[in-house]
């Protein structure tokens, strides 16, 4: 019957203009997704590589590192929820190097293994002294993590104070 077929028709024309529509509406053209869905725009690669490590320290004028005091530092970061992955490390190192006050100093830590930006999510510092008798040392730190892709991370703290029944500092960012 004609009159069937032109509902027909119709009916179809409707169906594809309402799916035009709707095509539309989900995609506007020009108009971003929301940030959420978005990759962050970051220039950096997750799976960029760290390539070296190293740590900073300035010690203002205030107490000096007493050439006999060693120092260690170890970075950790999280696996499975604790910082236990260690990134990082230097032990006992310029047990025969006073870090007058004041004066900076650089020291490259040693990398433990394979790890890629994307795994150094969080970050925590432990320097530790070992002083032969008695000695404070007031110090300011940065640590820089380098990594393959020319990208860096740096953490820093200042007015730290180490002496010889306090010997270790300690914190996560
Ligand atoms: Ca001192």
Do not use: C
Not at 41 to 69: N, Q, R, Y
Not at 85 to 97: E, L
Not at 105 to 112: M, T
Not at 126 to 151: A, C, H, R
């Amino acid at each position: 019957m004609k009159a069937t077929a032109m509902g027909l028709v119709t009916l179809i024309l409707s169906a594809l203009v309402i799916l035009a529509v709707a095509a539309l509406v989900h995609s506007p053209s020009g108009v971003q997704p929301p940030s959420h869905v978005r990759p962050p725009s970051t220039a950096t690669t997750s799976g960029a590589k760290l390539k070296s490590a190293k740590i900073v320290f300035d010690t203002p004028a205030e107490d000096d590192k007493d050439a006999d005091t060693k120092i260690s530092v170890t970075l950790f970061t999280k696996e499975k929820g604790k910082y236990k992955r260690i990134v990082a490390s230097k032990n006992d190192f310029d047990g025969d190097t006073d870090y007058e006050a004041p004066s900076r100093h650089e020291k490259e830590l040693d990398i433990q293994g394979e790890i890629t930006r994307a795994q150094v999510g969080g970050l925590r510092v432990v320097i530790e002294i070992q002083p032969m008798g008695l000695d404070t040392w007031i110090f300011s730190y940065k640590v820089q993590l380098n990594f393959d892709d020319g990208t860096t991370l740096e953490r820093a703290a200042d007015s730290v104070k180490l002496k010889e029944d306090d010997r270790k500092h300690e914190r996560t960012y």
